[in-house]
């Protein structure tokens, strides 16, 4: 895939979910450009991109908010995506579906804002962000004249690392912090094993976004199969830690006394004379 490619896939999902609206709303860009650097690789040399497109949905009185978020669920669902937990809950004045495509995992999500809570009023929008892809002139090639070359081991557990820090990324929903000391991507070992390790931060975030972001994130984790835990911590609000089975991926997602959220990614590195923890 490359940006072209990317943009014109999240416009089709967003498109899918506008076209058949009734009441019809106009859409309103969100933000400035849609493409910008993949969050796994802003500490690392990998140079890959994301598209990632908002929209209001404008021109429609503010009661519609809610039954525009239900007919984007309902477009996507004939599509067959998936939800990326459960549906949302309706019985909420402002509810929120989280969804994927499943054959090219595009996330998308429709959201209610709250205009006048007295009057039930709200401001509906709908988002897309592709997965990391890699820029090339060469995507347009023919692919039977490229071999798949097997990555070593360490940086089969790097790519990991990123991908599952980047999904996360996603889920939270808040702005990633310039790195600070000790944050980035770095390899170690730890007795006879080796790890890949991502970290990175948020931008200080208000307790009440912090809280909703760590429960998309356990809500995104179970429903990925990642055993979940709460693990205390000094700020009062704990932190969650989740261990993927499939690979044996560790993440920590901790609240910290800044208003940051801090995560870590540690993947093992399998290889020749390498084993897991």
Not at 18 to 25: A, I, L, Q, T, W
Not at 32 to 49: E, I, M, N, T, W
């Amino acid at each position: 895939m490359d940006e072209q490619q990317a943009m014109k896939r999240a416009e089709q999902i967003i498109r899918q979910a506008v076209d058949g609206m009734s009441p019809k709303p106009t859409l309103k860009r969100v933000g400035p450009v849609p493409v910008g650097a993949c969050l796994a690789d802003d500490h690392s040399s990998g140079g890959r991109q994301q598209v990632s497109l908002t929209y209001q949905l404008t021109g429609v009185p503010g009661t519609q908010a809610k039954n525009l978020v239900r007919q984007a669920r309902d477009a996507w669902v004939k599509k067959g995506y998936k939800f990326q937990s459960s549906d949302a809950d309706w019985s909420d004045p402002f509810p929120t579906v989280s969804m994927r495509t499943d054959r090219d995992d595009f996330w998308m999500d429709a959201i209610t804002g709250v205009v006048d809570k007295e009057k039930g009023e709200g401001l509906a929008s709908i988002g897309v962000t592709s997965p990391c892809f890699t820029p090339s002139a060469a995507s347009s090639a023919d692919p039977a004249s490229f071999q798949r070359v097997p990555l070593p081991a360490d940086e089969q557990a790097e790519r990991r690392a990123l991908g599952h820090s980047s999904r996360i990324y996603d889920v939270l929903r808040l702005q990633h912090a310039p790195a600070r000391e000790g944050e980035g991507l770095a390899t170690y070992q730890e007795g006879g094993d080796t790890y890949a390790h991502h970290a990175w931060s948020t931008q200080p975030a208000g307790s009440d976004k912090t809280v909703q972001a760590l429960e998309r994130a356990q809500a995104y984790f179970e429903s990925a199969g990642w055993a979940v835990r709460h693990v205390p911590t000094a700020t009062g609000a704990p932190a969650l830690l989740a261990r993927n089975a499939a690979d044996g991926t560790v993440s920590q997602l901790a609240p910290s006394v800044d208003g940051t959220l801090r995560v870590g990614v540690t993947t093992p590195v399998v290889g020749p004379g390498v084993t897991t923890a």
